[in-house]
Every structure is written in structure tokens, then in C-alpha cells.
């Protein structure tokens, strides 16, 4: 039996390790923490209500969008307005933007180095200019370095990487592709947040964010811009990002049965109508074998196992959270949110798999199409390569749904509905981030914050065992994982990343307040 | 001494004709660099950061991400970045400390909790959590420059923001010149986020020309010498007495809070990803570049602020001095 400790799992957001238990060559338990707090919440409360709409975007650099909507929605209710058309299809365009540019991120900058393997760019004879030039680098790096003081940077940040024998594809040209497309990844991904920052002023942390709807009035020319990049990304989505998923899943077959998990959580994404009820991608629970409708009151979050000296098993409005960092057998500063008491994987999975099961016929469609190439039912969608899949589904679905919301703008008019902030009013605004559901609580008095909360997706997932010892999501889907080799456990690394976690996300505040509990939670 | 992105693109081996042609561009740094010996190694620390740096780093276009990381400079350590996991990650800063090595330019993305190394660690050596704050001290002692990059690192920011009610803050979390005692090697390139260019270019110009200019507030002058306000779309506006009255009308957005006037900044003329600015969005500047950010004592960000009350009552326009007057008595903004 050997105690194996991942710290840091690097390619991700923030602040995450990962303590695992391996016998015979299997994870029999594991602990999923978060190292890292801050204290947004705390910080939030007295401040201007509009603050919270810049503020909140800094809980992550990655999502600053799901929180800059999750926090103007809660404005949005608290100050009594709702955006006019042109704002509800600006807020889609943007947020549907970060999620190309966060699951392009993510799988090829964040993931892509667990299969695809940078050494092989040495034995490259193509004439492709950037591949060329990458392979004389990684040549120079090493010839230069090796044997000297600093040989451990060899080629880095590439390298070193855990090692093993059959740890990376061996096809050299599946190789040599995946590494442009890594390169060519970087360009899309840029080019998404360029149509992030077209509506939304500036990409990370959107400058134009506010209750009603944004302040940037959709020109000719920027929805121009907007729709030209779009095609590019929408190109390499459907043409490239796509068939590279396939790819890996053909190479990795096995990671269809590891990091299962199936309980899903959506709280719904895009609106598409002035009602703010009817969404693109679908909201609901998925629990034993069936969706149910959401209902955001049986929310709770358990402390027994994280940083915190204050009240458990509490629905986030009436939580008490005081940070506790020498904690007796706390392990993590993630709280265990817990619907229905039970654990659930919230993100692209959840809305894909909800949609699917709530009769989303243009998912339906695209799922089906990629289980019929696995031969596979949809059974195999709660897993690794599921998760990966459901990203790259999610993208193509999300690109054609632009050109609509596109096509609706009100060009030259305006971008919102303006308010006037009431002495007192609260709000709950509901979103997705890429990585999954998303809430933000707001209560004001004297026309200030008077509390602030946020649940938050990467919390459900990557979460500790709750009070009753039950293990969170990562937890639980890393058991029975196989471990080749405890000096080099690549394995647990995959089905950790799978999920996208985001702890700057996950590690805020939530400083509760024993007022806040007449609060009606819908 | 001062440059510009002209000159910028000058240190890169170009001419402002030659950025229709990276390859130029590319081909005359390669020279610059061959020049240089080798690659300048960067070590890149995430403490309390949103990765909000690292995001904006990514969307650097001339030179674009892939070409700083393999032909500029050598990306020894970066958490987002990196092959490595866990322990194979953490080796490269363990070995750079263990060996003393002086061959690197420190990068830090976030603040430091003071309170408890609890607050944010990082990797294990020998068996023991190691905290951010001692990474960032170890690494520094032998860095050739500090970069502190964004406003947490540089200033704090929102992590070191107050609790309003008792004025304290949470974690403690202080800027890295408070945590290295006021190293003169330390740049700070503030923002939330900063430009890639500002960035790539101070990394740049520490390479190639070494330390650039810097104001009292140890940001580089190129890029925060002038304000906002100086170069902003609606100066025209502004001068004419054309103000928005709410988020989504034409003209100056001082009314609504704007603080252009008050931050050191080149993003009107820069652009985030060659397409928008704050200002040009008709949001306006939320100062994000300045030392008070986000608290500007206990006024917040959508208020005008730093202004004293003399400065105020000179304002010629009646309509702005009244709505900043009204802002100091406690009033807000409704857009």
C-alpha cells in the first residue's frame, strides 16, 4: 500500500493537490484539497452594489464571465429590472465566447499534455514552418542543457513530465498533429475572447458587465468583428477540436470506464427568450437514473472536512463560515455542497447529459453521432473521455446558437435597461460557468451590500467528504483508478483534470450571515 | 529610458512596417537573442491570483504566446503551463533554490497571505507543505529582477482589499515588495488583468535592455507615464461637455464614475485583443492599474474619488462638480 501525494496538479485553475491511497496497482481512497483562500465574500459586504459586479469577475480569471453574470442577474433582482433583448443576447454572445475559449483552454493547454507526446517532435520531418521550429527548439534545449546545472529545464515547461512507457500516444503522426493543433489552439482561443472582448470590453474580467444588461452598444462593426472570428473558431471547433477528442478517446478507450461519476447538476444555460425561463442548454438534477426539476432550496454545504470553525450542513444564505487554517482533520478549504444530501458533478457533462435526458433533440442529435463511432450507450458518457466529449459538443452546439443570437441584435440599439438602486432589495442569480453551475446571493440595505454569497461549480466537484463521510465527486470517481507506477500516477492526474477544476473559483468565502436567513431561497 | 510599441516592436528586430510580417519580426529577435547568449529563464509563481494574468498573458499577439515561451525566453516553472504534475513540477524550483541559481527573472501572479502559510501552499518538499510566501522569498534572494505581475502582486489588490465593517482584511494578503522589504529589484506591472504587452514587454526590455524606467510606484513608465483620460476615445467629448448620463449612452463616462482622469494606463490607445477598451466600451476605467484599488478608501470602484475637495469645487463643468460632490456625500451612481 503506498501514500501517493499529486501536489500541485498543475495544468488547472489555482491551488488543488490530491492525496491518494494505491493498493495493487488501484486508488482505493482519496482527498481532494484546495490550498488556497481568499475571502471574497467578507470583503464584498458594505460596498457599493455595483462593486460586486467587477469584484466577483476576480474570483476567476478562467470564468470571469459566469461570475459577472451570475452577479448582474442578482443585481438584476435586486434592483427590480430586467435586461431588454439586446442585453439577454449580448450576455449570451459573451458567455457563450468564454466557453469556447475556456474548452479550447482546456483541452488542449490544460489537457492535452497527458496523452499527446512533446518528444516526439524530435523525429519530425515535415516542412510545417511551426512544427519545425518547435522541434529545433526542443533539439537546442536539450543539446545546450543536458549535463548542466540547470538540465532539469530542459525544453521545459514541457518538461519533465511524469514518465512511462505506454503513458503517451505513440503514433508519430497523430503526435505531430495533436502539437499543431496545440499551437494553432492558442490563436482560437485568443481569437474566442477577442469576440468576448467585442461586447464585453475587455477579456479576462469584462469591463462592461452590468445590471440591465452591457454597455457596449452593438455596432455594425462589432458585430462584424464578433461574426468574423466567429467562423474561424466555429472552423476549428467543428473541423479540428472535435476529431482531436475523437482521436484521443480512439487511443484511450479505457477512459470510458474510469472517473465515473453520475449524479449532474445544471442550472441552465443561455436564455433564450425574454422570459429568462427557457434555455439553450437545460436546467435540472440528474439523480438515480432520472432528471428532476431544480430546486435550489435543498442546496446545503457540509464542513466537517474543510477549513472552516463554523455551523454544517447549512444552505449557503444561512451558512456561518469563519476560516479555521489549523483545523483538526480539515483537509481542504472547499466546503462539501451537498443537493438532496447528495454529492453531484455539476459543468459540461451535467448540461449535456440533463439536456439529453430532458429531450434536447439538437443533443441528442450530436451525442448520439459520437456514441454510434464508440459503439457505446450513453452510459459511457459518465467517464473521462465523456467529459471531454461533452466539452467539444458543447462547443459546436454553442457556435451555432451565435449566429441566432447574432442575427436577434437590435444593431445601434440599446445595450441594456438602466436602474436606480433601491434602499433595500435582494437577489439570486442563477448561471453556467464553462466549468459548471454557478449562484450568487445578494441582500442589500441603506442601498450597500449587506451580504454576498456564491456556490460555485468547481466546489461540487472537487469538494471533501461531507458530514457523513460520504467522498465528493473527484473523490469518489479516482476510486479503482489504476496506478501504473506510485512515482509517476499519470492516471489519477487524467481523471482529476477531466472535470476542469477551478479552485480560485471554489476557494471563496462564504461568510455567512445569521440575518440573511429570512431570505426567501427559491 | 521610455519606449513605445513602436519602439517595442524596434527591440524585437522590426519596424512598425515589418508587423505585417511576424516572421521578420521573429527572425530579427532570434538575432537579437542569439546575441543575448540564450534564453532568459522565467519562473512563474501563482500565490492568491485568479489567473486572470496568466489568461491575459496567453492573449499576447506580437510576438504571440507559443514564440515567447519557445524562442524567447525559458518558461522554467508555470503552473497553468506546465508538463509536470506534482512533485516532477515542483523539482524545477526546489532544485533552483537548493542549487542557489542566479540565472532567472522572477515572476509572481497574486498576493501573499501573511496571516497563515495555511492560506495558500504549494507542493511538497520533504514531506512538509511549502507556502507561497516562502517560495516567493527563497526565489527571490537570487532572482535577477522580481517581477510582480498584476495588481495583487504588485499593490495588493482585491485579496488585500479591507473588510468595510472592521477595516482588516481576511488573509492578511500583502503586494511582494512588502514581502521582500522593498527589493529594489522589483517591477510592478499592475492591472486587472494587465496587457500582454505590458508583460512580454517589461520581460523584454529586462532581457534585452535591462531595467526600464520607472514611476514612484515602480511601474514602467512606457506604459503607465500617461492617464487614461490623456488618451482616451471620448477626450473629444469630454472637451465638448458631452457626458452619458447612463451606461450605454454617447459620451464622457465621468458622471458615471469613470476614473481615466486618475490612472496611469495606455489602454484607450492599446486596445484588449485589438478590438475595445474600457472607455471605448462605455463602461470607463475602473482605475484597476492604481495603488487604492479596488477599496479608493471607503469609496469603492463606481464612484469618483481620489480627487480632493479643493480639486473638486475647480471643476468648471457645474453638472460634474455636482455629481463628484454628490458621489464624496455618500451618494451613487445609478446607470
Avoid at chain 1, 159 to 169: H, T
Avoid at chain 1, 246 to 263: D, E, M, P, Q, S
Avoid at chain 2, 90 to 115: C, F, H, M, Q
Avoid at chain 2, 220 to 242: D, N, S, W
Wanted: charge should be positive; include cysteine; proline fraction near 5%.
Amino acid at each position: 500500500m503506498a501514500r501517493v501525494y499529486l501536489d500541485p496538479i498543475t495544468r488547472i485553475e489555482g491551488h488543488l493537490s490530491l492525496e491518494i491511497e494505491v493498493q495493487n496497482g488501484r486508488v482505493i481512497d482519496a482527498w481532494s484539497k484546495g490550498d488556497m483562500f481568499r475571502g471574497f465574500e467578507k470583503i464584498l459586504r458594505g460596498r457599493n452594489p455595483v462593486d460586486a459586479n467587477q469584484i466577483t469577475q476576480r474570483i476567476c480569471g478562467v470564468c470571469p464571465v459566469s461570475h459577472g453574470l451570475a452577479s448582474s442577474k442578482c443585481l438584476d433582482a435586486a434592483f427590480n429590472i430586467r435586461p431588454n433583448k439586446n442585453g439577454r443576447l449580448l450576455r449570451n454572445l459573451v458567455l457563450a465566447a468564454n466557453f469556447l475559449q475556456s474548452h479550447i483552454i482546456h483541452f488542449y493547454h490544460l489537457c492535452a499534455l497527458d496523452y499527446v507526446d512533446i518528444k516526439a517532435i524530435l523525429s519530425y520531418s515535415g516542412n510545417d514552418e511551426k512544427l519545425v521550429s518547435v522541434r529545433e527548439w526542443v533539439k537546442q534545449e536539450v543539446k545546450m542543457k543536458t549535463g548542466r546545472y540547470d538540465a532539469i529545464t530542459a525544453a521545459a515547461p514541457f518538461l519533465p513530465r511524469y514518465e512511462g512507457n505506454d503513458f503517451y500516444i505513440k503514433d508519430k503522426d497523430l503526435n505531430f498533429a495533436a502539437i499543431a493543433h496545440y499551437l494553432q489552439a492558442f490563436d482560437m482561443r485568443m481569437k474566442a475572447h477577442k469576440m468576448v472582448a467585442c461586447f464585453g470590453g475587455r477579456a479576462p474580467h469584462l469591463i462592461g458587465l452590468v445590471p440591465g444588461g452591457v454597455t457596449q452598444v452593438p455596432t455594425a462593426a462589432k458585430v462584424r468583428e464578433f461574426r468574423k472570428n466567429l467562423r474561424e473558431v466555429e472552423k476549428f471547433v467543428n473541423e479540428v477540436y472535435i476529431n482531436d477528442v475523437i482521436a484521443v478517446a480512439r487511443a484511450y478507450r479505457n477512459y470510458f470506464t474510469l472517473g465515473k461519476f453520475t449524479n449532474q447538476l445544471s442550472f441552465g444555460g443561455f436564455e433564450e427568450d425574454e422570459t429568462l425561463n427557457k434555455f439553450a442548454l437545460q436546467r435540472g438534477a440528474y439523480l438515480n437514473g432520472a432528471v428532476e426539476q431544480l430546486d435550489t432550496a435543498l442546496i446545503k454545504e457540509q464542513v466537517r472536512y474543510s477549513r472552516y470553525s463554523s455551523g454544517s450542513d447549512l444552505h449557503p444564505l444561512r451558512g456561518d463560515t469563519e476560516p479555521n487554517p489549523r483545523k483538526g482533520g480539515a483537509y481542504t478549504w472547499l466546503k462539501a455542497p451537498r443537493y438532496k444530501d447528495q454529492p453531484m458533478e455539476v459543468g459540461a457533462l451535467a448540461r449535456v447529459s440533463v439536456s439529453y435526458l430532458s429531450g434536447n433533440e439538437a443533443v441528442k442529435s450530436e451525442v448520439n453521432a459520437l456514441l454510434k463511432i464508440f459503439n457505446a450507450d450513453i452510459t459511457a458518457v459518465f467517464s473521462v473521455l465523456g467529459r471531454h466529449a461533452a466539452r467539444a459538443i458543447e462547443a459546436k452546439l454553442l457556435c451555432r446558437k451565435m449566429y441566432g443570437w447574432l442575427d436577434g441584435l437590435d444593431v445601434d440599439g440599446a445595450p441594456r435597461n438602466s436602474y436606480e438602486i433601491p434602499e433595500n432589495g435582494e437577489g439570486e442569480g442563477l448561471a453556467e460557468a464553462p466549468r459548471g453551475a454557478l449562484g450568487h446571493w445578494i441582500v442589500v440595505n441603506g442601498k450597500k451590500i449587506a451580504n454576498y454569497q456564491a456556490v460555485v461549480p468547481t466546489t461540487w466537484f472537487c469538494g471533501p467528504r461531507d458530514d457523513r463521510g460520504v467522498r465528493g465527486p473527484v473523490e469518489q470517481a479516482l476510486l479503482g483508478t489504476p496506478i501504473s507506477d506510485v512515482n509517476n500516477p499519470i492516471e489519477a492526474a487524467r481523471v482529476v483534470r477531466s472535470f476542469d477544476p477551478c479552485i480560485a473559483c471554489a476557494v471563496h468565502v462564504v461568510e455567512g450571515d445569521r440575518r440573511i436567513s429570512s431570505m426567501k431561497i427559491v | 529610458m521610455a519606449i513605445s510599441r513602436r519602439e517595442f516592436l524596434k527591440i524585437m528586430g522590426g519596424t512598425t512596417a515589418a508587423f505585417a510580417f511576424p516572421g521578420v519580426i521573429l527572425q530579427g529577435c532570434k538575432k537579437a537573442l542569439e546575441r543575448a547568449a540564450e534564453r532568459t529563464p522565467v519562473i512563474w509563481i501563482q500565490a492568491q491570483s485568479c489567473s486572470g494574468c496568466s489568461v491575459s498573458l496567453l492573449n499576447a499577439v506580437d510576438p504571440d504566446i507559443a514564440t515567447v515561451v519557445t524562442q524567447h525566453i525559458s518558461l522554467n516553472f508555470h503552473q497553468t503551463l506546465m508538463g509536470g504534475t506534482g512533485h516532477r513540477a515542483i523539482s524545477v524550483i526546489e532544485d533552483a533554490v537548493a542549487r542557489g541559481r542566479n540565472d532567472y527573472v522572477l515572476a509572481v501572479e497574486g498576493s501573499i497571505p501573511t496571516k497563515d502559510d495555511n492560506y495558500c501552499t504549494l507542493g511538497m518538499v520533504h514531506g512538509h507543505h511549502v507556502s507561497a510566501k516562502k517560495w516567493v522569498t527563497d526565489l527571490a534572494r537570487n532572482a535577477k529582477a522580481v517581477i510582480a505581475i498584476g495588481s495583487c502582486a504588485a499593490f495588493g489588490g482585491i485579496p488585500a482589499a479591507e473588510i468595510r465593517a472592521t477595516g482588516d482584511n481576511p488573509t492578511g494578503a500583502k503586494p511582494v515588495s512588502d514581502i521582500l522589504g522593498g527589493l529594489d529589484k522589483v517591477i510592478n506591472v499592475p492591472g486587472c488583468p494587465p496587457h500582454p504587452d505590458w508583460m512580454v514587454g517589461t520581460i523584454m526590455h529586462l532581457i534585452l535592455k535591462g531595467m526600464p524606467e520607472l514611476d514612484e510606484f515602480r511601474r514602467p513608465k512606457m506604459y503607465f507615464g500617461k492617464t487614461v483620460h490623456e488618451q482616451c476615445e471620448h477626450l473629444a467629448a469630454y472637451k465638448r461637455g458631452i457626458f452619458a448620463q447612463k451606461w450605454g449612452d454617447p459620451g464622457c463616462l465621468y458622471k458615471l464614475g469613470c476614473l481615466g482622469m486618475d490612472t496611469g494606463c495606455d489602454i484607450p490607445r492599446r486596445k484588449w485583443l485589438g478590438v475595445n477598451s474600457c472607455t471605448g466600451s462605455g463602461s470607463g476605467c475602473i482605475g484597476c492599474t492604481e495603488k487604492p484599488f479596488p477599496d479608493y478608501g471607503k469609496r469603492g470602484i463606481y464612484k469618483h474619488l481620489t480627487a480632493s475637495l479643493e480639486d473638486i469645487q475647480r471643476i468648471e463643468n457645474i453638472e460634474i462638480r455636482e455629481a463628484v460632490l454628490s458621489l464624496r456625500n455618500g451618494g451613487t451612481i445609478n446607470g
